[in-house]
């Protein structure tokens, strides 16, 4: 009795699991009835330019950009709403490296100030200034005639030049009377630390200031500034002495 019960329980089941079984199994039928043609674009509709940002195709923005390309792109965006002009992403890359050639020039112009102390042009050019012919490295600043130096400067009137020889005079004076150790790798702050009288040191500092303003940053001055600047390395070789 119990085995005919699950019988009678489970039959139901089983034949209608087998009717849905019938009725899902179909078969394909074709359409024999209806014309399918080929679809073709014509040359007017291939040769059709799409404008706008959601057909550029060309700038790739699955990638991260530096601030440098998002400033470009944001400039070539307001440029193109003001005034119309668009500027191709070819364009962009080709901006983007020349800053970025600038910007490492500027890096080396600043690296050869700061390690070589001279100019960047004196390296790649030759002057006719009697300054090139000193080599420091090798001559002690003491066996150097700076006062000749000097009148041959104010004749070609170059008075940078002549500037630098009124400082390379009070480093003369210094490294004579013995108050600093002079050598041609140390710099115009060692000079400065090495002065112990305070009011020398102030007049020496603000001589180095004013000297370093005017050679190495190229600043140009002409007879009358240069006579000011003069009244004041005299007042300094005056403390020195």
Known sequence: MRYIFLLLFFLPCILGAQTHQDEDTLSVKYDSNSNVSEKAFSEEDLSKKYTGDEFDYEVDTGKSQNLLLRFLNWLSQKLNN??????????????????????????????????????????FTKKANPI?????????????????????????????????????????????????????????????????????????????????????????IDAKLYEKTQHRFSRLHQMIA
Do not use: C
């Open 82 to 123: 003001t005034f119309g002009l668009d500027i191709s992403p070819n364009t962009l890359k080709f901006l983007e490296y020349t800053i970025y050639v600038l910007m490492g020039l500027l890096v080396i112009y600043l690296m050869v100030r700061f390690f070589v102390n001279e100019n960047f042009g004196s390296i």
């Open 132 to 220: 090139l012919d000193i080599d420091l490295a090798e001559e002690h600043i003491e066996d150097l005639d700076l006062d000749s130096l000097l009148r041959d400067a104010l004749k070609q009137k170059d008075y940078r030049l002549a500037v630098r020889f009124q400082f390379l005079k009070v480093l003369k004076a210094l490294s004579q009377r013995q108050i600093i150790d002079w050598h041609f790798e140390k710099t115009n702050s060692d000079y400065s630390r090495e002065i112990n009288e305070n009011r020398l040191k102030t007049g020496f500092d603000e001589a180095s200031y004013l000297y370093e303003n005017i050679w190495y940053g190229e600043q140009w």
